[in-house]
């Protein structure tokens, strides 16, 4: 946990519309990333970010952009949501060099 | 690129007894580290243990250990006298040291283990 917190943790929508997830973080972590769990995938990376407005392609970033316009919050937004976005969402952080990333709780979105 | 397979999808073990979780780590970097991560049905991702490529000893947090076999490119977890709250899916994770890789992990597919009473 580590104080962070996603919003929402559920959401339905449906196709073409846009989507924001946000992440909150309360212990001044430098580095946030946002994955995505699928089954048989694990979690893999979309997109990260080393500091505030400084931001960064992960391996499944296409159809996400992200912004971090303070150093608590990371968003991740769904342009135009299609049915392959349909997943469980983490966001995560981290404030050094060890590697041991703090989760959030994840949020499932669903896109019909 | 790094690689990591966990070729185990599910795993089932009785109350009190040892399980070991597979997992193959693939990579042309000389450092880094390895996660076991667990993933209860509460959906949070917790970190069970850590290991360095570069130390010998394998990593040990009270009932869980690693097998780390660096040539063979093997790093697998025991759990010892299991217990029902052990029940998760378990995912092993590789990171690339240095640089600004910090958080960049790459994950295996996971192993779902449930524990019997």
């Known amino acids: 946990d580590a104080g962070i917190t996603q919003s929402p943790r559920h959401k339905v929508t449906e196709t073409g519309t846009p989507v924001t997830l946000r992440c909150h973080q309360t212990?001044?972590?430098?580095?946030m990333y946002w994955y995505r769990q699928d089954p048989g995938h694990g979690l893999r990376l979309i997109h990260y970010s080393y500091g505030v407005k400084d931001t960064d392609k992960g391996e499944v970033s296409d159809g996400y952009s992200v912004s971090r316009s303070k150093t608590e919050d990371f968003l991740l937004t769904l342009e135009s949501a299609t049915s392959s976005q349909t997943s469980v969402y983490f966001c995560?952080?981290?404030?050094?060099?060890?590697?041991?990333?703090?989760f959030g709780e994840g949020s499932r979105l669903t896109v019909l | 690129a790094q690689t990591v397979t966990q070729s185990q999808p599910e795993m089932s073990v009785q109350e009190a007894e040892t399980v070991t979780l597979s997992c193959t780590y693939d990579?042309?970097?000389?450092?880094?580290?390895l996660f076991w991560y667990k993933q209860p049905p509460s959906r949070q991702m917790i970190l069970v243990i850590r290991q360095e490529a570069y130390k010998q000893q394998n990593a040990t947090e009270n009932r869980f250990s690693v097998n780390f076999q660096k040539a063979a490119k093997s790093f697998s977890l025991k759990i010892s006298d299991s217990q029902l709250g052990d029940t998760a899916m378990y995912f092993c994770a590789g990171l690339k040291a240095g640089g600004t890789s910090y958080g960049k992990l790459t994950f295996g597919q996971g192993t779902i283990l449930t524990v019997h009473p």
């Open positions: 212990e001044n972590h430098r580095y």
């Open positions: 995560a952080a981290t404030g050094g060099y060890t590697g041991e990333l703090f």
């Open positions: 990579t042309s970097e000389s450092n880094y580290y």
